[in-house]
């Protein structure tokens, strides 16, 4: 195997193999290197080809040999090698130790990297105040993930004071020098108003943009919901469930759960119960409290599946457990149900109200929940029945607190 230099000079890109006509990174004339005329430069563009290929071992000798020619470049990717055990045992402190060299030869994507391990407490102590300063040194240097990293910082004042028009502009500055996740997360800003007036078309428009790059489960997801619901598209259950599907085969616990429901509906595809119960199951094992919550409801009534109470409630249970960023109240009317007239448990009225007393301090406001339970009610399989459930829970409740708080609830469902 002969090793190929390109002769640009601010290219530099090395390739091994055994005859290589051109540059495949500027199109350039390649020309053969010898290994001793290689510079620490010429060793750690080897070590990026060779990673590339995923020849790991074979990649972290050529960053150690660049880093011995104290190439800053070099030094700042061994130390990648060391932080994600890329070739090499996971050294984290060593990871840190070559960052902070590489860095202080003038190497600002080492910054990045050092910033990192400050935010996630990487082989240092976790310091976001030093994590933000060090992303800064790199944005400022208009690097990509610098400046992306810096932006989530800004947009949820994570180590410095919030401020979102900065991170509207540096996460735009960020996708605008190539990073793909800066284009999603800019996304994201335009979809839910942070830093930007909301735009859901501008929103739908970039996350079709990430989805022709790669196969981007939550860019998929939001397609899903957009055309699934009409925001910012026209509603389209086909398209929906087809950007759903996407999504749910790259790993999105939201998306199938809500594939299950377009099968179990047979909405945008046609009705599946077993492709719905594969789907709720998936979902149920990440721990989407709507998906267990629906098993939960199957397995009660005997729907699709053998009816089992005690499954049943097993998966509301794990439902109200599951503690997800925007879990709902539904699995906690149900489960308190279940307490309440001894199914699948055994009847007990008081943990029927703790149980109802639990979902409804999980959020802050009633009304919080009722919009969050109404946009679950219309995209749901469950619709029609729970306004039903809170009605039969207000005549079971005995605490005026809680029977306040259904009758709220109830006012949204007749
Ligand atoms: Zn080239």
Redesign the pocket.
Known sequence: MMIFR?I?ED?G?IVEGEEVPY?P??L?EMKEILKEDMNGLDWCQLGIFLSQKEEEERAFSCFQKSAKEGEPWGICNLGWCYEIGAGTEVDEKQAVWLYEQSAGLGYFPAYCNLGWCYEHGIGVKEDMERAVFCYQISAEDQFARGQRLLANCYAYGNGVEQNEEMAFLLMRDSSDNGDLDALYYLGTFYWNGIGVEVDYEKAVEIFHEVVEQAEDKDALFYLGYAYGNGTGALKNDERSFAYYKRSALAGELTSKNNLADDYYLGRGTKKDMEQALFWYRSSAEDGNDDACCTLGRLYQEGIGVKKDEVLSANYYEKACKSNTENQGLECYLRMAYCYYKGIGVKQNEKKAEEVLMDGFSKTKSCEKLTKDILVRRNNNVAEGTIGILVEQLITYCRNDEITKKLKDLKKYFS
């Open positions: 390109c640009e290219c890109c540059c990174q500027c350039g």
